[in-house]
């Protein structure tokens, strides 16, 4: 069989794996890219609305869920947004901060994917996409990646084949599984940045999919003021999503949709307005047919001016904290991520670098570092591809 030798063989076309290829091959390292998808970058593509949310400037450890939560902190802080954004620029792409720090193309995804493909040294950089991994081995110090027909030889392997999440797309658990053919660790993946189901008796809202309102969602410690969407399901929208990486089932969520208003708010709506009822009050703050739902619930549908002030007082408390219990969520169809993953303790933070197995590096989702909703999880992929292409380089010059 055909055998080629590489200084690094990097599987997964994704955002985590081209900057990878890219950078190291910049470097002077020669790489095989590998990637069983027909097209590189496919989640880049669908990713913001086909915009891409390629980054967010607020990206740092505390934005990224991890069972070791400063993991992520060193790579993150040799590969900011910005350097990311002046990447952005050098191609100019037009790109816009849309809200809370999250940078969009102003045109198409498919800028990124041109500007990394393109980013790629080709006269050191094979990429073979269509391509299965038949079997995985190592020997004396290499790694030996059998395809179809060939078998791809050298000293790195880099894993960036990201998560389950999506499988219709191609996602697979396939880093999980060459993570425990070496002896390394997983954290339990689960569906993250996902919308939550809600049993059929305890919805509020049965009638109401596809109404949104503003809310501050809060699991736990996690709190995020953000829209919060009804689905036939049960909840979605941003809020939701957010919350959904902390959420861990039996768990209550709390919404507060009286959010940004001061206390003392139905009182005061007593008495400048007694005759309305408390879903027209609502109505000014979110749409009707929640407003009507929500009063109905609180059986208040007779004029704010006949309720006692302690009456009043415990509705507002309700609707500051209305607690749901979800029963689950929609699992990794609807996953935006995967949190959970190979267990970064035994990874190096410096290079991503298996600590026990030499050469073997892990980037990307399919690492158990997991960013909040807007630009941060590609901000992942961005800084830990750089981190592993700056040890190859390293190695490469020891060698
Ligand atoms: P990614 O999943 O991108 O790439 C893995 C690659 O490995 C894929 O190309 C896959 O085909 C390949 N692969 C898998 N199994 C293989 C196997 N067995 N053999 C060979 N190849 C294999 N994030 C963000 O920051 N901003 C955003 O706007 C969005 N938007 C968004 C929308 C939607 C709908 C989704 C599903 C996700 C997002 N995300 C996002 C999350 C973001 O897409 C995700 O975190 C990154 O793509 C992760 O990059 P990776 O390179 O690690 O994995």
Redesign the pocket.
């Known amino acids: 069989m055909k055998e080629k030798h590489y200084d690094a063989i990097v ?7 081209l900057m990878c290829a890219a950078v190291a091959g910049q470097f002077g390292a020669r790489i095989l890219l ?4 027909d097209k ?5 593509l ?3 609305g086909g915009r ?3 980054t967010n400037v607020e990206a740092r450890a505390e934005t990224y869920l991890s069972d070791n939560p400063h993991f992520a902190r060193s790579a993150l802080s040799r590969y900011r947004p910005d350097d990311f954004i002046a990447l952005v620029d050098r191609y100019e792409i037009a790109w816009h901060e849309k809200t809370l720090g999250q940078l969009f193309c102003d045109g198409s995804a498919r800028q990124i994917v041109d500007m990394l493909m393109t980013e790629i040294p080709r006269d050191r950089v094979d990429v073979s996409l269509g391509t ?2 038949r079997e995985i081995a190592r020997r004396d110090d290499r790694y030996r990646v059998q395809f179809d027909g060939e078998t791809a030889v050298a000293p790195a392997l880099v894993v ?4 389950p ?2 499988p219709k797309m ?3 658990g ?1 880093a999980y599984d060459i993570a425990r053919q070496f002896g390394l660790r997983l954290v339990t993946p689960r569906p993250a940045l996902v919308p939550l189901t809600v049993p059929h008796e305890r919805r509020l809202f049965d009638t109401l999919a596809g109404v949104a309102a503003h809310v501050t969602a809060r699991c736990g410690a996690a709190v995020f003021e953000e829209a919060c969407l009804v689905t036939h399901r049960g909840l979605s929208g941003p809020a939701i999503l957010q919350v959904s990486s902390y959420w861990q089932p039996g768990e209550a969520i709390s919404l507060n949709f009286l959010s940004g208003h001061a206390a003392g708010q139905l009182r005061s709506a007593k008495a400048s307005q007694p005759k309305a009822r408390l879903a027209t009050w609502l109505a000014t703050l979110m749409p009707e047919r929640l407003a009507k739902a929500l009063s109905q619930n609180l059986e208040m549908t007779a004029p704010l001016g006949t309720f006692r002030d302690r009456d009043l007082d415990v509705a507002e408390a309700r609707l500051r904290d209305w607690q749901i219990r979800p029963d689950g969520t929609e699992g990794f169809a609807k996953a ?2 995967t949190a959970g993953g190979v267990n970064t303790r035994d990874l190096s933070s410096r290079t991503m670098m298996a600590a026990s197995v030499p050469g073997l590096y892990v ?4 690492v158990d570092v997991t ?1 909040w909703l807007g ?5 992942w ?1 961005w800084a830990s591809g750089f981190a592993a292409a700056r040890a190859i380089e390293e190695q490469l010059g020891k060698a």
């Open positions: 599987l997964g076309a994704g955002g985590a794996g590998v990637d069983h998808a590189p970058g496919k989640k880049i669908i990713s913001g891409c949310n390629f299965t991994v960036a084949t990201g998560g999440s999506i191609g996602a697979t396939f935006e991520v980037i990307g989702e399919a960013g630009g941060y999880n590609f901000q992929a």
